[in-house]
């Protein structure tokens, strides 16, 4: 049977089309990772607590083809 092109190309096209792109007020885990040097699951970890806390909210979006969460203040209007 014959491969049809790449899938993770396929699903970051589909991504795409279904997830809104990141907004120039969002930040994703890497980001914050990189800024405060952080190992990734410390990071996580403080990211998780904050939106529990209501200080941060999260929501899907596609960046550098990939589906991620975006986070940005709660207070901040969509």
Known sequence: MKKIGNTEKLMAQIAK???PEI???EFTLQ??????????STARLLLIAQVEQGILKSRKVCHKGKVTNAYSDAK???
């Not at 980001?31 to 990734?40: H, M, R, S, V």
């Open 76 to 78: 901040s209007k969509p």
């Open 17 to 19: 089309l279904i997830l």
């Open 23 to 25: 907004r120039s007020d």
């Open 31 to 40: 980001d914050f990772k990189a800024k405060f040097k952080l190992p990734q």
